[in-house]
């Protein structure tokens, strides 16, 4: 390690660095994944179990060969709020059952097709503004957390989101060492001190939880109306993994897609999202975080993100801590959502830059263009009682539009082949 050396996937971890760089995963995770819990309004001890036990799923489906942490999923915020306001958490739950036993549908119809198919359907062009929409969509409720679109705007509220936001932005980039690795967690810590000096946090749950304490597990509720609603994100946390499994690629150095293969990855990624419905808890989906946790230490090994698990699963049953989280004031979580979001938003830009997509090409161009601007544009279209919109309905846009520039290369009618 004090040579930079590349500490590749099946390589162990001597003990003395195992725990530091175990507890490192799991902080570069922390702030985004206890988000989704927070909007969902749910308790994130579930979810920090969930995510532990998730990555040890995905790790042995992958056969250990698959480096990548689980974390909550963003793409199902959208759709699953609007199931929630509707008919409830618990029906909510049965979506995230249905998308996940249709991915790992998907996962078996990878094994016996193959993963060529993704770059006629979702060529770098289309899959990268698909996956920068995840964030981009959700830009606007960084400002609606930290209270900065009230009518009536509390000058606590402003200084304990710039606080949170200036650790986040400027310790992303003046940090070195150790501290460069967690500059969320260290936002997060500094937004938290500001919060109680701006009397912003009320310790009294903290004191009654208990020390110890059972995740509070719950059964979801099925509804035909409510998974409908829900199943189209299957198109985009699809995008999304395969976006995640490419760059990972890179880093590593290896073709993840061919070994352990795409439907490896896929599926125990969904069957993850599958087990976690059935629990209590929200979808997980690899982390982009985890990702950049990876090509900056170059640390890569398997073992560590393990660890990292294992630890998410322990602090999942203290009682106070999961109570203490839940403490966090609303300008907290929006400062950390200003960088969060825009990540999510630009490894979307980094498929395009990483995949060296052509834009002297005009299909290039266009396929971008139209998916950008038909999720950003609120452009709603009903089947029924399903609505596709954002993110949703711009991968379906760009998969359509995709096949059909396909087609026209097999008539030779194209003029940039």
């Not at 109306?225 to 829900?230: D, H, K, L, S």
């Not at 209590?280 to 900056?296: D, H, K, L, R």
């Not at 938003?345 to 266009?366: E, H, P």
Request: aromatic letters at 10%.
């Amino acid at each position: 390690m004090e040579n930079r050396r590349i500490i590749q996937v099946e390589e162990k971890v001597p003990f003395r660095l195992l725990l530091p760089l175990s507890i490192q995963h799991m902080f570069a995770m922390f702030g985004a994944s206890v988000l989704v819990p927070f909007l969902f309004g749910i308790n994130p001890a579930v979810v920090l179990f969930m995510n532990g036990l998730g990555t040890l799923i995905f790790i042995f489906v992958t056969k250990g060969k698959a480096p990548a942490y689980l974390g909550s999923s963003f793409a199902f915020l959208a759709p699953a709020g609007i199931v929630i306001s509707k008919f409830g958490y618990e029906y909510a739950l049965g979506g995230f059952v249905a998308v996940g036993f249709l991915g790992c549908i998907l996962a078996f119809v990878i094994y016996k097709v193959g993963y060529k198919w993704i770059d006629i359907v979702l060529p770098p062009a289309a899959m990268g503004p698909v996956v920068a929409l995840i964030g981009l969509e959700l830009s606007g409720s960084a400002a609606k957390n930290a209270g900065l679109l009230d009518e009536v705007i509390n000058p606590g509220n402003v200084i304990v989101f710039l606080v949170t936001l200036g650790f986040a932005v400027f310790g992303s980039v003046l940090f070195r060492g150790f501290l460069s690795i967690i500059p969320i967690l260290i936002a997060v810590i500094a937004g938290y001190v500001a919060a109680i000096a701006c009397g912003l946090v009320d310790f009294s749950a903290v004191t009654a939880a208990p020390v110890f304490a059972i995740p509070n597990f719950s059964a979801p509720k099925f509804n035909p109306e409510a998974i409908m609603i829900i199943l189209p994100v299957i198109l985009v946390i699809t995008s999304e993994h395969i976006g995640h499994q490419v760059v990972t690629s890179k880093i590593v150095g290896r073709d993840l897609l061919k070994d352990p293969g795409l439907h490896r990855s896929i599926f125990g990624d969904n069957f993850s999202t599958m087990l976690s419905g059935m629990i209590g808890s929200v979808p997980t989906t690899t982390y982009g975080e985890n990702i950049g946790v990876m090509a900056v230490t170059k640390v890569y090994s398997v073992q560590v993100i393990a660890g990292a698990a294992i630890i998410s699963i322990i602090c999942s049953f203290i009682g106070k801590l999961s109570a203490l989280i839940q403490t966090i004031p609303g300008p907290v979580i929006g400062g950390i959502s200003f960088l969060l979001y825009g990540m999510i938003g630009t490894s979307g830009l980094r498929i395009l830059v990483d995949s060296q997509v052509d834009y002297g090409k005009n299909r290039n161009q266009a396929l971008t263009a139209v998916i950008f601007v038909t999720g950003l544009s609120g452009i709603k279209v009903n089947f029924g009682n399903v609505q596709l919109t954002g993110m949703v309905l711009a991968c379906v846009t760009g998969m359509i539009l995709s096949l059909v520039f396909y087609a026209f290369d097999k008539l030779k009618l194209t003029n940039d082949q």
